[in-house]
């Protein structure tokens, strides 16, 4: 089992930024961020399309260039980060998680990544066409694709695409989904656990990942569990 920080540690410090990674990165086998590019296309580390939410900016992202998205306070005075400087941050002590939220936006990553050639890496989306671009740009990345929606044949998607894991949410995976999953050779990461009721789920699934806003406290809760359980996880 390996704990994902989702955008680093957003729990405790403002998403995706250079201190919710280093949080992050105590505790977590991986941190997650999600990109988005600027209007000049370089990729910048932001979960929303537009500003409002998590910056004192406004207006889409893809409209800004980078000298301009640099100026705007994503949370206790931090910048919005790059792509390239996650990397600088975390590697290679970390393993990275990039969620590609819009499509036509690989080559633009892949590019950086591929200079960094990090490895572990996990390259994750919605959109099922994204990861069959980045497989045939990076063959060695690990993918993955977000199942949001509780479907009759969760596992079929994630096939046809070529990933390697499903990320489903806590509330759609039972132990027979991920037996399956086992059995047709896929990965299963579950997001995102913020509770003792969620991790207990967790760890009866038999899920590889766990994608968490509090990896510290998740590392906590495992370290005592094993010591109280004969369950592996």
Not at 51 to 72: A, H, M, N, Y
Not at 179 to 207: C, D, M, W
Request: net charge negative; with cysteine.
């Amino acid at each position: 089992m390996f704990i994902v920080g989702h955008r680093g540690a957003r729990a405790l410090y403002p998403e995706n930024t250079e201190t919710a990674l280093k949080e992050g990165m105590k505790c977590a086998d991986f941190v997650e961020i999600d990109i988005h590019l600027t209007k000049d296309g370089i990729p910048v580390v932001m979960h929303d399309a537009t500003l409002e939410r998590t910056t004192d900016g406004s207006g889409p992202v893809s409209e800004k260039t980078l000298l301009e998205i640099q100026q705007f306070d994503a949370g206790d005075g931090h910048p919005i980060p790059t792509l390239q400087d996650v990397c600088d941050i975390c590697l290679p002590s970390c393993g990275i998680v990039t969620e590609l939220k819009e499509p036509g936006s690989e080559e633009a990553i892949c590019t950086i990544l591929r200079e960094y050639d990090p490895d572990p890496l996990w390259i994750i989306s919605f959109h099922p066409e994204s990861i069959l671009v980045e497989k045939r740009l990076l063959p060695r990345v690990k993918t993955g694709l977000i199942c949001s929606i509780d479907c009759e044949d969760p596992l079929s998607p994630v096939l046809c695409a070529g990933a390697d894991a499903i990320l489903p949410r806590t509330d759609n995976v039972t132990p027979e989904m991920v037996a399956e999953a086992h059995r047709q050779g896929l990965s299963v990461i579950i997001r995102t656990l913020n509770t003792p009721e969620a991790y207990l789920k967790a760890a009866a699934s038999g899920a590889d990942g766990w994608v968490t806003d509090d990896p510290c406290g998740l590392r906590a809760w495992v370290k005592q569990f094993k010591e109280n359980n004969s369950i592996k996880i």
